[in-house]
Nanobody, 114 residues
Framework: QVQLVESGGGLVQPGGSLRLSCAAS????????MGWYRQAPEKQRELVAT???????NYVDAVKGRFTASRDNAKNTLYLQMNSLKLDDTAVYYC????????WGQGTQVTVSS
């Protein structure tokens, strides 16, 4: 079973930036499209960014132009560069495979606050 470990979260002021990482164990990472999800307090988990095995990305409107997903298949690692962060971006961020997720990791907390 693939294990996912997210990191890179923290406390940042509005307008700031963070870069999240997601490390996957095993050798299945490069063969799967991946997604970044987030779950804000008292809200359902939502998919905010996707990236295909070839690196094609897609984003929800709320983060389009501010977030950039990327992947390094040689390192089994997924990234999310988050710029111009807003208060509404506060959430726990997770990564997972699309179309049949693996076990969820612990996520990484992103808090945007002044």
């Amino acid at each position: 079973q693939v294990q996912l470990v997210e990191s890179g979260g923290g406390l940042v002021q509005p307008g700031g930036s963070l870069r999240l990482s997601c490390a996957a164990s095993g050798n299945l990472f490069s063969s799967r499209a991946m997604g970044w999800y987030r779950q804000a307090p008292e809200k359902q988990r939502e998919l905010v960014a996707t990236i295909t095995t070839a690196g094609t990305t897609n984003y929800v409107d709320a983060v389009k132009g501010r977030f950039t997903a990327s992947r390094d298949n040689a390192k089994n690692t997924l990234y999310l560069q988050m710029n111009s962060l807003k208060l509404d971006d506060t959430a726990v961020y997770y990564c997972n495979a699309l179309g049949g997720p693996w076990l969820w990791g612990q996520g990484t907390q992103v808090t945007v606050s002044s």
